[in-house]
């Protein structure tokens, strides 16, 4: 079952007002795993993705996800988002457990405290992108606050575009849709999956502008999967995942560490190290 504590509330004040409080007390944790597993197929089949990882994520943080191909970078976000459950291990988004439970509560537990960014957008194509917008809102059935809407796509500069639909749009446009959609739930967690793999170098650069907004300015976390080490050192920290364990992070990432370092993990995993 879900034990949810409702520590944290989603009004803005608070996020505004974190880090005021008396004392360097240590961050609130967004995202926590404990010893995360998770193997597909069985038998002689058996392809171990997840292999007991265990990290937490402090609230307000944008931490990126890299590892080579195989690596289980999508069987983690998966398992972390609550769209996939683990063999084993938990999950806990804002102190609250999300291991067990119904398909059900699983689902309500997601809408109200996850957010998601794809590769492809995930858009629908017969909604305008107010409506695509405020979709999370009514599958909660949440109240949509228009302005409150508007407010958003104006922040991701698409306050002349509410009447548009996905096909009006360039990619770009797109992804900008998809996280103000993202945003507008004020999850405490966002992930994004490749969220730059299908932009030109200029609409990248303005969606990961846009995910660090959401941390600095809306208060909220941030979990991206990349291959990109240009999109990575956008992140305050790099997880690095081999073989569907944890084997490094990065702080403060820069460019040219991130590659080093990625071309190292590849040693590693091509020695067995
Ligand atoms: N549905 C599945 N059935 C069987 N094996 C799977 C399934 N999904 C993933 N795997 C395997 O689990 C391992 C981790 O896969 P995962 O997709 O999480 O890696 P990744 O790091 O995201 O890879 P990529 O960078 O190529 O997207 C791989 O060996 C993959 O083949």
Known sequence: ????????????????????????????????????????????????????????????????VMGPSGSGKSTLLQCAAGLDRPDSGIVMVDGAAMTGGTEAELTRFRRNRIGFVFQQYNLLDTLTVAQNTVLPLKLARRRVDRARVREILAAVGLGDRLGHRPDQLSGGQRQRVAIARALVTEPSVIFADEPTGALDTRSARDVLRLLQEAVRVHGRTVVMVTHDPVAASYADSVLFLADGRLVGELHRPTVDAVAERLAHLGDDVMTGA
């Open 1 to 64: 079952m879900f034990r949810r504590t409702d520590r944290r509330n989603h009004d803005h004040d608070h996020d505004h007002a974190r880090g005021q409080g008396p004392g360097p007390g240590p961050a609130e944790t967004a995202l926590r795993l404990v010893k995360v597993s998770k193997t597909y197929g069985s038998d002689d089949s058996a392809v171990t993705a997840l292999d007991e990882v265990t990290f937490s994520l402090a609230d307000g943080s944008f931490t990126a």
